[in-house]
Protein backbone atom coordinates (compact mmCIF):
# COMPACT_ATOMS: atom_id res chain seq x y z
CA UNK A 1 0.00 0.00 0.00
CA UNK A 2 1.13 3.58 -0.58
CA UNK A 3 0.38 6.17 1.37
CA UNK A 4 -0.21 10.27 0.81
CA UNK A 5 -0.75 12.51 3.37
CA UNK A 6 -1.68 16.18 1.77
CA UNK A 7 0.09 19.41 3.34
CA UNK A 8 -4.06 20.26 4.78
CA UNK A 9 -4.01 16.50 6.70
CA UNK A 10 -0.87 17.29 8.45
CA UNK A 11 -2.08 20.43 9.56
CA UNK A 12 -5.22 19.13 10.88
CA UNK A 13 -3.56 16.31 12.57
CA UNK A 14 -1.00 18.96 14.42
CA UNK A 15 -4.31 20.96 15.50
CA UNK A 16 -5.84 18.26 16.76
CA UNK A 17 -3.01 16.91 18.83
CA UNK A 18 -4.90 15.40 21.93
CA UNK A 19 -6.83 13.03 19.94
CA UNK A 20 -3.62 11.92 17.63
CA UNK A 21 -3.73 8.43 18.98
CA UNK A 22 -7.68 8.09 17.64
CA UNK A 23 -6.52 9.51 14.28
CA UNK A 24 -3.44 7.37 13.94
CA UNK A 25 -5.91 4.18 14.84
CA UNK A 26 -7.89 5.14 12.03
CA UNK A 27 -5.73 5.74 9.73
CA UNK A 28 -4.19 2.51 10.20
CA UNK A 29 -7.96 0.81 10.08
CA UNK A 30 -8.18 2.57 6.82
CA UNK A 31 -5.13 1.40 5.42
CA UNK A 32 -6.33 -2.09 6.07
CA UNK A 33 -9.41 -1.35 4.70
CA UNK A 34 -10.33 1.39 2.61
CA UNK A 35 -13.23 0.39 1.37
CA UNK A 36 -14.93 -1.27 4.08
CA UNK A 37 -14.71 1.69 6.01
CA UNK A 38 -14.84 4.37 3.85
CA UNK A 39 -18.05 5.65 3.48
CA UNK A 40 -18.15 6.52 -0.64
CA UNK A 41 -19.30 10.44 -1.13
CA UNK A 42 -21.30 11.85 -3.83
CA UNK A 43 -22.32 14.78 -5.97
CA UNK A 44 -19.31 17.54 -5.47
CA UNK A 45 -16.85 14.70 -3.70
CA UNK A 46 -17.61 11.66 -5.72
CA UNK A 47 -14.67 9.41 -5.56
CA UNK A 48 -13.87 10.71 -2.19
CA UNK A 49 -14.19 8.74 0.86
CA UNK A 50 -14.64 9.71 4.79
CA UNK A 51 -14.36 8.01 7.71
CA UNK A 52 -15.50 9.62 11.12
CA UNK A 53 -12.69 9.30 13.52
CA UNK A 54 -15.19 10.76 16.37
CA UNK A 55 -18.71 12.02 16.22
CA UNK A 56 -18.59 15.13 13.75
CA UNK A 57 -15.05 14.46 13.26
CA UNK A 58 -13.86 13.01 9.96
CA UNK A 59 -10.93 11.91 8.01
CA UNK A 60 -11.53 12.30 4.01
CA UNK A 61 -9.11 10.54 1.20
CA UNK A 62 -9.11 8.55 -1.87
CA UNK A 63 -8.34 5.43 -2.72
CA UNK A 64 -7.13 5.04 -6.55
CA UNK A 65 -7.81 1.67 -7.28
CA UNK A 66 -11.59 2.82 -6.78
CA UNK A 67 -10.52 6.25 -8.52
CA UNK A 68 -10.08 3.96 -11.80
CA UNK A 69 -12.51 1.40 -11.34
CA UNK A 70 -15.36 3.27 -11.46
CA UNK A 71 -13.45 5.14 -14.40
CA UNK A 72 -14.18 7.98 -12.66
CA UNK A 73 -10.84 9.50 -12.86
CA UNK A 74 -11.67 12.66 -14.57
CA UNK A 75 -14.71 13.92 -12.76
CA UNK A 76 -12.65 12.88 -9.44
CA UNK A 77 -10.63 15.50 -7.98
CA UNK A 78 -7.71 13.62 -7.73
CA UNK A 79 -4.93 15.53 -9.03
CA UNK A 80 -2.35 13.37 -9.72
CA UNK A 81 -4.39 10.03 -9.97
CA UNK A 82 -2.26 9.05 -13.39
CA UNK A 83 1.07 9.24 -11.67
CA UNK A 84 0.08 6.83 -8.25
CA UNK A 85 -0.49 3.17 -8.26
CA UNK A 86 -3.37 1.53 -7.55
CA UNK A 87 -2.91 0.91 -4.41
CA UNK A 88 -2.63 3.99 -2.82
CA UNK A 89 -4.49 6.22 -0.62
CA UNK A 90 -4.33 9.82 -0.40
CA UNK A 91 -5.29 11.25 3.52
CA UNK A 92 -6.67 14.48 1.96
CA UNK A 93 -8.76 16.51 4.79
CA UNK A 94 -9.40 15.62 8.53
CA UNK A 95 -11.04 18.08 10.81
CA UNK A 96 -14.95 18.76 12.31
CA UNK A 97 -17.70 17.70 10.07
CA UNK A 98 -18.24 20.73 8.05
CA UNK A 99 -15.51 22.32 8.06
CA UNK A 100 -13.40 19.78 6.39
CA UNK A 101 -15.90 19.83 3.32
CA UNK A 102 -14.82 22.83 2.59
CA UNK A 103 -11.34 22.50 2.82
CA UNK A 104 -11.47 19.71 0.52
CA UNK A 105 -12.71 21.58 -2.36
CA UNK A 106 -9.86 23.63 -2.58
CA UNK A 107 -7.23 20.22 -3.53
ZN1 LIG B 1 -6.79 8.58 -7.64
Redesign the pocket.
Known amino acids: MNIKFSSDFKNGVKKHSSINKNIQNKVDMIISDPIGLGEPLKGNFRGFYSAPVKKNFIIIF ?1 Y ?1 YV ?2 KKGD ?1 NI ?1 L ?1 ND ?1 QD ?1 LDD ?1 I ?1 FVAIGPHDKTYATKIKQ
Open positions: LCCRNVCCCTK
